[in-house]
């Protein structure tokens, strides 16, 4: 894997609410979204991120709400929320 594509690979964290995208290649480690997330899903990865920070990564993908607030408060953008549509009765 070259160094670029391993900067600007996505990981994908499926939920029942929605999905967890993260571009590791992008967190710094400021751990915002950690503070900021109102079900306490995100922890720090065992992963050093590419500043050799700590990075984060959901770890408790079954209390994501999908509300968007990490995605939000990341200011390096590393963080995508896709929630998952409601079924049409
Ligand atoms: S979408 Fe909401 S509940 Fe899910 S990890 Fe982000 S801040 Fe937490
Ligand atoms: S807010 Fe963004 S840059 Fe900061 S720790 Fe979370 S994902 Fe990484």
């Not at 408790?60 to 590393?78: E, H, K, T």
């Amino acid at each position: 894997m070259s160094s670029k594509e391993s900067r600007f690979r996505l990981l994908k964290h499926e939920g029942v609410k929605g999905t967890f995208i993260i571009c590791p290649g992008l967190c710094k480690g400021c751990g915002l979204c950690l503070e900021r997330c109102p079900h306490d899903v995100i922890d720090w990865s065992e992963e050093l991120g590419i500043y050799g920070t700590p990075r984060a990564a959901p770890a408790r993908m079954d209390d994501c709400i999908a509300c968007g607030i990490c995605q939000l408060v990341c200011p390096d953008s590393a963080i995508l929320i896709q929630k998952k549509q409601k079924k049409k009765a």
